[in-house]
Every structure is written in structure tokens, then in C-alpha cells.
């Protein structure tokens, strides 16, 4: 019962490179989602997406792209990171708006330098 | 802004002793869940509730949802060192149907 993978688990960038965070659920769920963690700030919804097909911004979208490559494969894209972009990042799949909760992966921890 | 408000932002207590946390807020929400995150980890989901003034138990956790069901409540009785981590609520609001979360309480017991 593998849930939420997301890869890698860590990176380290320089700034103005690029990279796409992987995120695969296997519980047929129809949204996901992607938050960002940063101390004091709390979890942040950067992009989701409510089916196959469709994606949406959340609250802190900017200089992030997304793509929903099928049910189970959400992406992040950071096409020019910057040092802003250092946090834990978050990939999560729920059954429909997530009023029954979310399943969480186990994240990625990015450092831009 | 919608916000829900968790407190104490810290809690740190021995090892037996009772405890409570908050999840506050001005809005109402469809439904409230509490997530418990260790350091390294994701949240993982304890529990969901949904009707104001349920209360549901897992174990020595017990979970209150407001009558209005604008917030909400995490007991723990007889802590233990393994209950130590950051406890996130989240709430589905009722007027847009989005999720939001709370920015946790650290909870640290010692032995």
C-alpha cells in the first residue's frame, strides 16, 4: 500500500536551473495536489487539480508549472528556481474536495543556492 | 482572509500529563480533520469530523467539533513521547469549498 510516492526526496539546485518534482498516487483518488512548507508559514497550496485534465492555481503559484499526466501523475515544474523556492514540497491525492482528508506524501526538501 | 487559528503554537509537557490544543476560526467548515507530521514526514490524517458536536476517540485522542462547527478540539490523556509532533488542522469552508490549514501546534512530551 504504497499511497503517495514523491521523488527525489532531496535536491539541492543552483539558481536559474530547473526541475520537475514527481508524484504518483495508486488509491484511484481524483484530485491532487501540491503545498509547499515553510516554518511560521504553514502549508500553502501552490497548484491542484480536481480531475484528470485540469489544473488549477492555488495560493502561491508563481514561477511554478504543473501537469496532471493521468489519473495517478501530478508534476511540478520549477523552470528557474530561485533561492525564494527553498522549502519542503508536498504532493497529496484526495477522493473528491478533500472534506474527507488527504493522503500526503512523504515530500521533497529543495534548497536553491 | 480566511484563517483557522491553532494554539499554543508550542506545547511542551511530560511524559502522563494531560493536554489540549484549538483549532479556531470565524468561518464554518463542512467538515475539520487533524493531521499529526513528524519531523521528515508528511501529515498523516488522524481523524475527520463532520457533524457539530461530534466527538470521536482514537485511542487516548479525543477529538471535539464545535456546535457551530467553527472550531475544534484534540485531547490527549496520559501523553507519551510518541505523541510528540507537529498537529495540523484543516477544514473544508463552506462557503468555497476549499481546504485550509492551520499552521499546527509543535507538541513535544518528555520522558
Known amino acids: 500500500n504504497a499511497g503517495v510516492t514523491q521523488t527525489p526526496k532531496f535536491q539541492v539546485l543552483k539558481t536559474g536551473q530547473s526541475m520537475t518534482l514527481q508524484c504518483a498516487q495508486d488509491?484511484?483518488?481524483?484530485?491532487m495536489y501540491w503545498y509547499r512548507q515553510d516554518p511560521g508559514m504553514g502549508l500553502r497550496l501552490i497548484y491542484y487539480?480536481?480531475?484528470?485534465?485540469?489544473?488549477d492555481k492555488g495560493e502561491v503559484p508563481n514561477g511554478y508549472n504543473v501537469s496532471r499526466l493521468n489519473k495517478r501523475e501530478f508534476s511540478l515544474r520549477l523552470e528557474s528556481a530561485a533561492p525564494s523556492q527553498t522549502s519542503v514540497y508536498f504532493c497529496?491525492?484526495?477522493?473528491?474536495?478533500?472534506?474527507?482528508?488527504?493522503?500526503f506524501g512523504s515530500g521533497t526538501r529543495l534548497t536553491v543556492v | 482572509t480566511q484563517l483557522l487559528e491553532q494554539s499554543p503554537q508550542f506545547l511542551s509537557i511530560q511524559e502522563g500529563e494531560n493536554l489540549t490544543v484549538y483549532c479556531n476560526s470565524s468561518?464554518?467548515?463542512?467538515?475539520l480533520q487533524w493531521y499529526r507530521q513528524e519531523p521528515g514526514e508528511g501529515p498523516v490524517l488522524l481523524v475527520t469530523?463532520?457533524?457539530?458536536?461530534e466527538v470521536k476517540k482514537l485511542k487516548r485522542l479525543t477529538f471535539q467539533f464545535g456546535d457551530a462547527r467553527k472550531d475544534s478540539s484534540l485531547h490527549i490523556t496520559a501523553a507519551q513521547p510518541g505523541d510528540t509532533g507537529l498537529y495540523l488542522c484543516?477544514?473544508?469552508?463552506?462557503?468555497?469549498?476549499?481546504?485550509?490549514f492551520g499552521k499546527g501546534t509543535r507538541l513535544h512530551i518528555l520522558p
Open positions: 469530523v463532520v457533524t457539530g458536536g
Open positions: 488509491m484511484n483518488h481524483n484530485s
Open positions: 468561518s464554518v467548515f463542512s467538515s
Open positions: 484543516a477544514g473544508l469552508n463552506l462557503r468555497d469549498d476549499k481546504i485550509i
Open positions: 497529496a491525492s484526495s477522493e473528491g474536495q478533500g472534506g474527507y482528508g488527504y493522503t
Open positions: 487539480s480536481a480531475s484528470e485534465g485540469t489544473t
